[in-house]
Antibody, heavy 122, light 107 residues
Framework: QVTLKESGPVLVKPTETLTLTCTVS??????????VGWIRQPPGKALEWLAH???????SYSTSLQARLTISKDTSKSQVVLTMTNMDPVDTATYYC??????????????WGQGTMVTVSS | DIQMTQSPSSLSASVGDRVTITCQAS??????LNWYQQKPGRAPKLLIY???NVEVGVPSRFSGSGSGTDFTLTISRLQAEDIATYYC?????????FGGGTKVEFK
């Protein structure tokens, strides 16, 4: 059974860098084409995809946020780390990580973590 | 970026009603379209993948259809546990994008 859990700070100050960690279990990055994505949701608003990374280290980023985002994985720790620089109050949101199931070019976020709420405020 | 437009943004229905939610893509995405259900305070849950495939464990009252730019999620007979917000998501082209959501409430 695949499970994911997000961890990171609850509160960050404007201009600081956010570092979030997604710890996964039930699958290994050393296996086939497996991936983890990050999605966020501001309070009362819609979901927004941020980035994802696959077992072959293929990475993709949101067009509007790519200058501020870095995604990486630590296979030995079964973790995926997302950093977002220059945080602003508009980045206040619940941040989710999700397992990406792929079949050829097709993909779906089939298992999600519980999410972690991050507030940006001085 | 491909824009995903859902309608309506919210709807009210009664138990047993047939509920239909639509999602329109700004360009042809074939059937690269997923649907998610999100209950208040919970993470989203995958319901439908590739436009019409029902995820394992999802009740059969949920169905999806469409291709190209126009898609539909249907709940054949609304149940109390279906009160949630529903999102479509395209996976045809990066960046991946979600619709704005449709909130389903009780009438």
């Amino acid at each position: 059974q695949v499970t994911l859990k997000e961890s990171g700070p609850v509160l960050v100050k404007p201009t600081e860098t956010l570092t979030l960690t997604c710890t996964v279990s039930g699958f290994s990055f050393s296996n086939a084409r497996l991936g983890v994505g990050w999605i966020r949701q501001p309070p009362g608003k819609a979901l927004e995809w941020l980035a994802h990374i696959f077992s072959n280290d293929e990475k993709s980023y949101s067009t509007s946020l790519q200058a501020r985002l870095t995604i990486s994985k630590d296979t030995s720790k079964s973790q995926v780390v997302l950093t977002m620089t220059n945080m602003d109050p508009v980045d206040t949101a619940t941040y989710y990580c999700s397992h990406i199931r792929t079949t050829g070019r097709r993909s779906a976020f089939d298992t999600w973590g519980q999410g972690t709420m991050v507030t940006v405020s001085s | 970026d491909i824009q995903m437009t859902q309608s309506p943004s919210s709807l009210s229905a009664s138990v047993g009603d047939r509920v239909t939610i639509t999602c329109q893509a700004s360009q042809d995405i074939s059937n690269y379209l997923n649907w998610y259900q999100q209950k208040p305070g919970r993470a989203p849950k995958l319901l439908i993948y590739d436009a019409f495939n029902v995820e394992v464990g999802v009740p059969s009252r949920f169905s999806g259809s469409g291709s190209g730019t126009d898609f539909t999620l249907t709940i054949s007979r609304l149940q109390a546990e279906d009160i949630a917000t529903y999102y479509c998501q395209q996976h045809d082209t990066l960046p991946l994008t979600f619709g704005g959501g449709t909130k389903v409430e009780f009438k």
